[in-house]
T-cell receptor, first 112, second 112 residues
Framework: ETGVTQSPTHLIKTRGQQVTLRCSSQ?????VSWYQQALGQGPQFIFQYYREEENGRGNFPPRFSGLQFPNYSSELNVNALELDDSALYLC???????????FGPGTRLLVL | QKEVEQNSGPLSVPEGAIASLNCTYS??????FFWYRQYSGKSPELIMSIYSNGDKEDGRFTAQLNKASQYVSLLIRDSQPSDSATYLCAVATRFGNEKLTFGTGTRLTIIP
């Protein structure tokens, strides 16, 4: 157990809908990163938040957006869902930018 | 050329033998290197981190780093059936871990 929690665990949406995924970081961690892992692939970096500010973004379109709250929990929002958005979405927290990232259990999203 | 490449596998090793997993990376500015283990349907779990050239041992696991050759490996001694999983190599460009770049993973099966 890493102390990182994510909700929901599973989600089914239809194409064009919007989704919000949530992450609670480990106590004392101020940095949260989000990754997308398609079946059979390694995780791909979406973006990172440090003390409520975006601190880097991967090669994902603007319909992927996020927030980090004062308690350092975080949300990932995806608008206009596409079939290819079906994946395991992973949240990872670290104590600060200089520390190792620890993953939550993930949210499995299926877009029909 | 992919940023992080791993031997494709799948890799089958008899119980009690040594499993050797390899990873190469393209960015010479990479500073920190990680091995994560991922069981089917689960999220990645950190096994080892390594930052300096040479070997780092932790129990049955040894990580080896050669920055000149841009190569990192993981050795698992006395392999157990519970070691059967996908092993992900991840690389960060600086200690700040702005993002982790993952390989596609190597699926390891330990044969009893």
């Amino acid at each position: 157990e890493t102390g990182v929690t994510q909700s929901p665990t599973h989600l089914i949406k239809t194409r064009g809908q919007q989704v919000t995924l949530r992450c609670s970081s480990q106590s004392g961690h101020n940095t949260v990163s989000w990754y997308q892992q398609a079946l059979g692939q390694g995780p791909q970096f979406i973006f990172q938040y440090y003390r409520e500010e975006e601190n880097g973004r991967g090669n994902f379109p603007p319909r992927f957006s996020g927030l980090q709250f004062p308690n350092y929990s975080s949300e990932l929002n995806v608008n206009a869902l596409e079939l290819d958005d079906s994946a395991l979405y992973l949240c990872a927290s670290s104590r600060t930018l200089q520390e190792t990232q620890y993953f939550g259990p993930g949210t499995r999203l299926l877009v029909l | 050329q992919k940023e992080v490449e791993q031997n494709s596998g799948p890799l089958s090793v008899p119980e009690g033998a040594i499993a050797s997993l390899n990873c190469t990376y393209s960015d010479r500015g990479s500073q920190s290197f990680f091995w994560y283990r991922q069981y089917s349907g689960k999220s990645p779990e950190l096994i080892m981190s390594i930052y300096s050239n040479g070997d780092k041992e932790d129990g049955r696991f040894t990580a080896q780093l050669n920055k000149a050759s841009q190569y990192v490996s993981l050795l698992i001694r006395d392999s157990q059936p519970s070691d059967s999983a996908t092993y992900l190599c991840a690389v960060a460009t600086r200690f700040g871990n702005e993002k982790l770049t993952f390989g596609t993973g190597t699926r390891l099966t330990i044969i009893p």
